[in-house]
C-alpha cells in the first residue's frame, strides 16, 4: 500500500504540468481508476485488522511511542479510506466520470459544479500529501528501530 500511494502522489501533483491530450488524459485515467484500487484495498485492510488485531507493542517502547504509532496508522486509514471518494467527487464535480481501467464507470457523487470541484480536489491533494508524509513517518520509525535502536519493532511487523 505505501509504494502504490507514494506512486500515486507525484502522479496526482504532475498530472496538470502534462500536455493536455491524450497523455494527460491517459494519466488522469490510471491515477483515477489506480485511486478505485486504493479505495478497495483499504477496504480490506481495515476489515482484516478489524479481525485480526496487532501484536501488543513492544514492552520496551515508551508509551508516548506506542501511542504515537498508533494514531499514525489510524490517521493513515482514515486518510486512505476518504481521499478516493474526495477525488472520485472532484472528478464528477468538475464533469468527470471516474472509469476503472475502462472495465466500469463508477457512479456520479455529485453533480457538475467546477467551484465545488476545485475545493474537493484541494482537499484530495492535501490528504495525498499528509498521508505521504504520514507514511514517510512510519517508515523513518520502522528503520530507526531496526538500525539505530536495533530493537524487535521492525521483526513484530513481518
Known amino acids: 500500500m505505501a509504494v502504490l500511494v507514494l506512486g500515486m502522489i507525484p502522479?496526482?501533483?504532475?498530472?496538470?504540468?502534462?500536455?493536455?491530450?491524450?497523455?494527460?488524459d491517459a494519466f488522469y485515467a490510471a491515477h483515477k481508476s489506480t485511486g478505485f484500487v486504493v479505495l478497495i484495498l483499504?477496504?480490506?485492510r481495515l476489515a482484516f485488522r478489524l479481525a485480526n488485531p496487532p501484536p501488543?507493542?513492544?514492552?520496551t517502547l515508551p508509551?508516548?511511542?506506542v501511542a504515537v504509532a498508533h494514531a499514525n496508522h489510524w490517521a493513515l486509514y482514515a486518510i486512505l479510506l476518504v481521499m478516493p471518494f474526495?477525488?472520485?467527487?472532484?472528478s464528477n464535480a468538475f464533469g468527470a466520470p471516474v472509469s476503472v481501467y475502462?472495465?466500469?464507470?463508477?457512479p456520479d457523487l455529485v453533480s457538475k459544479d467546477e467551484s465545488l470541484s476545485k475545493t474537493l480536489l484541494a482537499i484530495h491533494a492535501t490528504?495525498?500529501?499528509?498521508?505521504a508524509a504520514l507514511i514517510l513517518l512510519h517508515i523513518g520509525a520502522a528503520l530507526q528501530h531496526r538500525f539505530v535502536k536495533k530493537?524487535?519493532?521492525?521483526?513484530?511487523m513481518t
Do not use: H, N, Y
Not at 502522479?11 to 494527460?24: A, D, M, T, W, Y
Not at 501488543?56 to 514492552?59: A, C, M, Q, S, T
Not at 474526495?86 to 472532484?90: M, N, P
Not at 530493537?151 to 513484530?156: E, G
Open 11 to 24: 502522479v496526482g501533483l504532475s498530472l496538470e504540468s502534462l500536455p493536455k491530450g491524450p497523455i494527460q
Open 42 to 44: 483499504m477496504i480490506g
Open 56 to 59: 501488543p507493542p513492544e514492552p
Open 63 to 65: 508509551r508516548w511511542q
Open 86 to 90: 474526495f477525488g472520485w467527487a472532484g
Open 102 to 106: 475502462g472495465l466500469f464507470t463508477l
Open 127 to 131: 490528504l495525498g500529501l499528509t498521508a
Open 151 to 156: 530493537d524487535a519493532v521492525l521483526a513484530r
